[in-house]
């Protein structure tokens, strides 16, 4: 039968092969191999074929980005705010050039769908960079007054130095993008390192950053394990800030690293989103957010609908009518053009996810999906999964799957609704869904998460910021508020009495 992405995957294959050839790390502006003497190999999840074998950084890597870094942070700190402006303008414009490229890349290293790398994750990076070459003109600081009546006292918001950040494999172009472009807008200068599975579209990103005339060594990339590269990078003593999204448990282990250092410090770790339903909601509505929120890039985001409360008079009907649409989702060739879904990152994530749901068989319901689908064997393949039935303080109710798993519970009030949402250390996001404008907005108020949306589930924009309560993390990623992750405040102070001796020096010496 013939496979209509069979050719635009064998296509992206060889493009990657012809591309890294001179390695997969990016340091002062161009790419070369890394130095720890072993070797990874990237896979497509899709095929279980491998895509580019390629040499690790080790630690001499990491020295040699830091170094490059620390060496473009004076001349790129000194530019204007127009002028950084102008580059990241251009960026903009590279990026739009190397779409199709870029998404292409990126499908092939995760098994997305390319519709939504095509439809989601390049439009979104393009659209923050060209936020961001706006944004930056806009880094303002208090406005300059008299407080102390003697004095004019105002504020600098000055860059930081050096960033060493590391990203995930989830979304490895956004994730990147969410990373650098604050950085270097802010007059930064950084040092990424991605996950060793998905290098692809950050060093592709790195590159075009350069294309865009940003100078050399103001964004790098490492591309290394996180217990060799990871941890010397967060350690580097000429590493400035660190900021880390991934795990919660991983992210304990950087905080611990950086503190050790004394690095400012942003975290965006893990979630386990409710998507709570009240009995007056729009029922067609709340089943088609739920399918898309627990099911967007195979559930492998942090903020993915996980635990559905749903109010009882509601609740069958609900279960009944996710289920038959969870069932309609096509699964296949991410390069197809009819496929929904793609696999998994790797098998050994498929087999995380099936083992949550195969536990929870003694304790839960599987109302459909919970296997691999047949005839996709060959992938890290799994079906859209629902769960019914689980206790509240069960492992599949309260541990992030990361996988196309939704778990439904019903509920009866509101303050039980409300409470259930709240019951998990995560505080990432959640959703509300409701026709009464005073109960959705009592949950927005009453939901501990760092993002709430009101009928809807999923929805990012580059103008708001996106970031975790709890052990979801600190900090925020996108939006003006970012700048306050990746800036430092300064206040300047002047006399203005010109007096050589003040009125408070008689604290210190003489009477009045």
């Not at 706006?134 to 918001?157: C, F, I, K, N, P």
Request: with cysteine; net charge negative.
């Amino acid at each position: 039968m013939h496979n209509p992405g069979h050719s635009t995957r064998t296509q992206a294959q060889e493009h990657a092969q012809q591309h890294f050839a001179p390695g997969a790390q990016y340091i002062a502006g161009g790419l070369c191999k890394g130095t720890s003497g072993h070797t990874h190999t990237v896979v497509d999840p899709s095929t279980g074929e491998d895509v580019l074998t390629y040499s690790l950084a080790g630690t001499a890597d990491v020295d040699a980005a830091v170094a490059a870094a620390r060496d473009a942070f004076p001349g790129w700190s000194a530019t204007t705010p127009g002028e950084r402006s102008d580059a990241m303008h251009r960026f903009a414009a590279v990026l739009a050039d190397r779409a199709e490229e870029f998404a292409r890349a990126e499908s092939l290293q995760c098994g997305k769908p390319l519709k939504l790398s095509r439809e989601f994750d390049v439009p979104g990076t393009i659209d923050n960079t060209a936020f961001f070459a706006g944004a930056v003109r806009q880094l303002q600081g208090q406005s300059a007054g008299e407080y102390s009546g003697d004095h004019t006292s105002y504020v600098r918001r000055e860059p930081i130095g050096v960033v060493g950040s590391i990203a995930p494999w989830n979304y490895p172009l956004q994730m990147a993008a969410w990373k650098i472009l604050p950085a270097i807008a802010a007059g930064n200068t950084i040092v990424l390192k991605p996950a060793e599975l998905t290098p692809l579209t950050s060093l592709l990103f790195a590159e075009a950053a350069t294309q865009a005339g940003i100078p050399d060594g103001v964004v790098n990339i490492v591309a290394g394990t996180g217990r060799e590269v990871g941890e010397h990078l967060v350690a580097h003593p000429d590493v400035a800030m660190t900021s880390f999204t991934g795990s919660t448990a991983v992210g304990k282990r950087v905080a611990e690293l950086a503190t050790s250092t004394v690095k400012r410090l942003h975290l965006e770790l893990g979630g386990k989103a409710p998507f709570l339903v009240f009995d007056d909601a729009d029922l067609e509505a709340a089943v088609q957010g739920a399918v898309a929120g627990a099911l967007i890039n195979t559930g492998q985001d942090c903020t993915a609908a996980t635990r559905a409360y749903v109010q009882r008079p509601l609740y069958r009907e609900f279960v009944q009518q996710t289920a038959a649409l969870m069932e309609s989702v096509r699964l296949g060739d991410p390069f197809a053009p009819d496929t929904d879904l793609g696999p998994l990152i790797s098998y050994a994530q498929r087999d995380r996810v099936a083992g949550f749901v195969d536990r929870a068989r003694s304790y839960a319901r599987v109302v459909t999906g919970g296997e691999i689908p047949k005839g996709l064997e060959h992938g890290a393949y799994y079906r859209p999964t629902l769960v019914a039935d689980a206790a509240q303080d069960s492992e599949i109710v309260q541990s992030e799957i990361f996988g196309p798993v939704l778990v439904v519970l019903p509920f009866d009030s509101d303050d039980e609704g409300i409470r259930l949402a709240n019951d998990t250390p995560y505080g990432l996001a959640a959703s509300a869904w409701s026709r009464d404008v005073y109960r959705a907005n009592r949950a927005t108020r009453e939901i501990k998460a760092g993002c709430v949306w009101v009928n809807d589930h999923i929805p990012i924009i580059s103008e708001m910021p996106h970031g975790g309560h709890k052990a979801s993390g600190f900090g925020k990623d996108m939006s003006v508020y970012s700048f306050e992750e990746y800036t430092q405040i300064k206040h300047v102070m002047f006399d203005n009495t010109a007096v050589a001796r003040k009125d408070w020096h008689r604290t210190i010496f003489g009477d009045r």
